[in-house]
Nanobody, 119 residues
């Protein structure tokens, strides 16, 4: 069974950095589009980063210049480097990816990882 497994969240102070990972477990041919969402307590889930299948990137204005998405195709892992974190970045972060398992395209969600930035 193909799944997305997230890691990398934690508690950091304002101004510090974190790198989130989103790894595909199971056999796949390739990863297509990838999105990172976040959901702060009491708020709706919001799209933070979108990476198109051809590599084009879109960042929400609130994170542009601070967050950087990347990937390592050799290990089927997506990363979200978050710099200069602010209290308003505190949320549960979710990765979402479209993957090709060789038979069909699947849309997968990670389990979420918590980022805490105290004010």
């Amino acid at each position: 069974q193909v799944q997305l497994v997230e890691s990398g969240g934690g508690l950091v102070q304002p101004g510090e950095s974190l790198r989130l990972s989103c790894s595909v477990s199971g056999s796949i041919v390739r990863i297509g589009a990838v999105k990172w969402y976040r959901q702060a307590r009491g708020k709706q889930r919001e799209l933070v980063v979108e990476i198109g299948s051809a590599g084009s990137a879109w960042y929400a204005e609130s994170v542009r210049g601070r967050f950087i998405a990347s990937s390592d195709n050799a290990v089927n892992t997506e990363y979200l480097r978050m710099n200069d974190l602010k209290p308003e970045d505190a949320a549960v972060y979710y990765c979402n990816a479209i993957v090709d398992d060789g038979d069909k395209w699947l849309e997968l969600w990670g389990q979420g990882t918590v980022v805490t930035v105290p004010s």
